[in-house]
T-cell receptor, first 111, second 113 residues
Framework: GEDVEQSLFLSVREGDSSVINCTYT??????LYWYKQEPGAGLQLLTY?????DMKQDQRLTVLLNKKDKHLSLRIADTQTGDSAIYFC???????????FGSGTRLQVQP | DADVTQTPRNRITKTGKRIMLECSQT?????MYWYRQDPGLGLRLIYY???????NKGEISDGYSVSRQAQAKFSLSLESAIPNQTALYFC????????????FGPGTRLLVL
């Protein structure tokens, strides 16, 4: 079945770049998303990429998509302490009519 | 005001009790979802509804039921709660015209003793 995988934890220093990786198995995915979850809160959409794109940039965020390897990454430039959160990747396939989420990557930013 | 609200925000109950978690939205979306979140497992889909008459099971529907009372309301029930249903529960809505982006409520933390 469909699967989305992420590493569980990433620690970086403030000001460095963070790269969070995700792999997925469904080659028919239409959209791929990155969501952010801060402590005690629900998930908030950070950015998305359409499956026919290979890169999207939005201020400090860069999303790279390698469809051949089914690999998605989120790069956060100049990481700040406020970026500390859990980051989820997810994909959408019209046949399933719902998102499939990865297990989430906890980003810890050290001052 | 929040677009997607959930009540209660926290709940402690005992094994065997029936409980209901409620979700309301003001976004005008037809599609609504219930997920549970467990540490290290991400979000898993329990049920989803594409309109009032269209309700579908997700990957972990056993032990749960839902009711879509109106476009804006989607309730999740645990008929007889058990300890392994202790989790964080999220409601979400989406609009297919908006790249299937899902909008989440703040979550309900449920503890079953």
């Amino acid at each position: 079945g469909e699967d989305v995988e992420q590493s569980l934890f990433l620690s970086v220093r403030e000001g460095d770049s963070s790269v969070i990786n995700c792999t997925y198995t469904d080659s028919s995915s239409t959209y791929l998303y990155w969501y952010k979850q801060e402590p005690g809160a629900g998930l908030q959409l950070l950015t998305y990429i359409f499956s026919n794109m290979d890169m999207k940039q939005d201020q400090r965020l860069t999303v790279l998509l390698n469809k051949k390897d089914k690999h998605l990454s989120l790069r956060i430039a100049d990481t700040q302490t406020g970026d500390s959160a859990i980051y989820f990747c997810a994909d959408f396939h019209t046949g399933r009519r719902a998102l499939t989420f990865g297990s989430g990557t906890r980003l810890q930013v050290q001052p | 005001d929040a677009d997607v609200t959930q009540t209660p925000r926290n709940r402690i109950t005992k094994t065997g009790k029936r409980i209901m978690l409620e979700c309301s939205q003001t976004k005008g979306h037809d599609r609504m979802y219930w997920y549970r979140q467990d540490p290290g497992l991400g979000l898993r889909l329990i049920y989803y509804s594409f309109d009032v008459k269209d309700i579908n099971k997700g990957e972990i529907s056993d032990g749960y039921s839902v009711s879509r009372q109106a476009q804006a309301k989607f309730s999740l029930s645990l008929e007889s709660a058990i300890p392994n249903q202790t989790a964080l529960y999220f409601c979400a809505t989406s609009d297919p015209r908006s790249r299937e982006t899902q909008y989440f409520g703040p979550g309900t933390r449920l503890l079953v003793l």
